[in-house]
């Protein structure tokens, strides 16, 4: 039976029978077309069930459940376009789920007309603005030129690599409007996600962002949070995961995507991961603006087809384009044909994360940067190789230990660990005690040495990534209220 017959089969269940219907007006009902009375004849139409509370012309917004129908049962079909326009008559889909071109018999699957004793499932079409993302540019591979990098035929694989003494090409007139443009024409796919907004923040080689880099990045965070949905950080490699802890320990409790990205090759490179990390990123921080409504409230790490916690990654790599790793915490997402998130292991703030978090959000914008990394090094005298650090002005140490908290033992020798590491503490350093292995627990009150350090003053929790550690340090540091081994943002 055609579309046409199965809607004469509905007027006529369905409508009262007070005047007599011709052909051509019941084909008109079908198509869409306007209908006309005959002269002294009266028409009785159905009318379409209309949603509570809802004008004639008004749209249903995505911010929850649909309206519920005054009419027919209370699960209409609900579906979501990324159009402000009326969704095209090639997608529109009737209440059994399937193209309106089809035909089979009345009650079938695609015929608009209800099996007998059956009612009708009306079709509610919902329309929503794009969620608003600002992409902040800092530098690295994604905005270079390609003209710093050259294939080398002479080395293995024939990499792709800087050309000899550059260092990288940053190009000095980069502009939003042309990185924008670059991003839209490269990229077309991104507006398909969210209306994007570019500001070009600083336009450097990730070696070049320490504390002062990350502290501006953060203020500017702080204050573009009411203006948007959601936030894209463009970074380089080397330091991402330091810049990348930071924001999350500094902005704990943002309660908005902030997504860090970055890329192995220029954008503009034939075979550059750039693209496509871009699209995950995005992808990601407006997940939860449609199905499946995943809300990321926390700052993370999307390159190579994952996405990490940001305190909990770690560059892993200097070549293959799956860079990053996070050897102590799962992937919060696996991007592939598909989306895999784990709903288990995301950050929320509204909720507690093994302990009470205080679920508001107060930015700490300040950091002391004086602290060092010192690894433990067999035969190495602490005094000989770093001497008196806090005189130096050296005000925090993450000493990396062997295995759960151990180190050399030579209470009687003066270059020893043990006393090298009293003199600080006497003088007031910081010490946090870490493992130099990747993974595992730490237990230093396992070993003399790590008793002995403890009892010093030095702290060991659960361990932390060394670039979280760093950054955290210097955190606590200048806000010396805060405690270093207390979770701040799940980096413990």
């Known amino acids: 039976m055609s579309l046409a017959r199965c809607g004469a089969a509905r007027a006529t269940a369905q409508t009262p029978r007070l005047g007599v219907v011709s052909r051509r007006t019941r084909n008109a009902s079908v198509s869409g077309m306007p209908f006309s009375k005959r002269p002294g004849r009266a028409v009785s139409l159905p009318r ?20 519920r129908v005054s009419a027919g049962p209370p699960d209409p079909v609900y579906r979501a376009f990324l159009s402000e326009d009326p969704p095209p008559e090639s997608s529109r889909l009737d209440a059994a789920g399937s193209k309106l071109g089809e035909t089979l018999g009345p009650g079938g699957k695609a015929c608009l007309v209800p099996a007998p004793g059956q009612s009708h499932r009306p ?20 905005g270079m030129s390609s003209q710093a990098l050259e294939a080398r035929d002479d080395l293995e694989g024939s990499p792709t690599v800087f050309k000899e003494g ?24 991104l507006r398909t996600f969210a209306n994007l907004e570019v500001k070009v923040l600083m336009n450097k080689d990730s070696c070049q962002i320490g504390p002062a880099e990350w502290i501006a990045i953060a203020k500017e965070l702080d204050t573009q949070r009411p203006h948007f949905d959601a936030f894209i950080v463009v970074h380089g490699t080397d330091t991402m995961a330091y810049t990348a802890s930071a924001l999350s320990l500094m902005l704990a409790g943002f309660r908005k995507p902030i997504i860090l990205t970055g890329s192995q090759l220029p954008l503009d490179m034939p075979r550059s991961d750039a693209r496509q990390n871009l699209i995950d990123a995005v992808t990601c921080a407006t997940a939860g603006f449609s199905p499946p409504h995943v809300a990321l409230e926390e700052v993370a790490v999307c390159f190579g087809g994952q996405l990490l916690r940001a305190n909990r990654t770690r560059k ?37 994360l093994g302990r009470s978090q205080n679920a508001t959000y107060t930015p700490r914008l300040k ?35 062997f295995g759960v908290g151990n180190m050399p033992m030579s209470e009687d020798d003066a270059s020893g660990w043990i006393p ?26 396992l070993y003399a040495t790590g008793s002995l350090a403890m009892e010093m003053g030095a702290q060991a929790g659960p361990m932390m990534t060394l670039e979280c550690a760093v950054v955290k340090l210097m955190l606590c540091l200048a806000h010396p209220n805060l405690p270093l081994t207390v979770p701040l943002a799940g980096e413990l």
């Open 316 to 352: 892993t790599s200097a070549t293959i384009y799956s860079a990053f790793g996070s050897p102590q915490y799962p992937p919060l997402a696996q991007l592939g044909v598909g989306v895999e998130w784990r709903r288990d292991a995301l950050l929320q703030f509204s909720s507690s």
């Open 166 to 189: 550059t260092g990288g090409d940053y190009t000095k007139t980069l502009q939003p409007g042309k990185l924008l443009l670059n991003l839209v024409t490269v990229v077309p796919e």
């Open 123 to 142: 079709i509610v079409y919902q329309t929503r603005p794009l969620p608003s993302v600002l992409v902040l540019h800092t530098g690295g591979t994604l």
């Open 48 to 67: 379409p069930a209309r949603a509570e509370g809802l004008g004639p012309s008004e749209d249903l917004l995505d911010g929850g459940p649909p309206a």
């Open 367 to 401: 950091l002391n940067p004086n602290v060092l990394r010192v690894p433990i090094v067999p035969g190495c005298a602490p005094e000989k190789a770093y001497g008196d650090l806090y005189a130096r002005g050296v005000r925090g140490v993450v000493l990396e230990a």
């Open 420 to 445: 090298w590491l009293r003199s600080q503490r006497d003088q007031g350093m910081m010490i946090y005690l870490t493992s130099q292995c990747e993974s595992g627990d730490m237990h230093p009150e």
